[in-house]
C-alpha cells in the first residue's frame, strides 16, 4: 500500500503543472513542445514505483 507521505508526491505535483498546460494548449505545435517535459517527469515517477515495488 501505497503511503500518503511517500516519495512520489513532489513528482506527481510536478507532472501536474506541463499535463495541465498540455490538455489547455491550442494547437498542436504547443502540445509537441509540452510532451517530452512531461514524458520525462512521468518515466521519473515510474522508476520511483519500480524501486518501492522492489524493496517490497
Not at 23 to 28: G, H, M, Q, T
Not at 31 to 42: N, Y
Request: glycine share 4%; proline share 5%; no cysteine.
Amino acid at each position: 500500500m501505497v503511503s500518503s507521505t511517500d516519495s512520489s508526491k513532489p513528482v506527481d505535483d510536478e507532472l501536474r503543472r506541463p499535463y495541465e498546460r498540455y490538455r489547455s494548449a491550442e494547437i498542436d505545435e504547443e502540445r509537441r513542445e509540452i510532451a517530452p517535459e512531461t514524458g520525462a517527469l512521468d518515466g521519473r515517477r515510474n522508476a520511483e514505483i519500480y524501486d518501492r515495488l522492489e524493496d517490497e
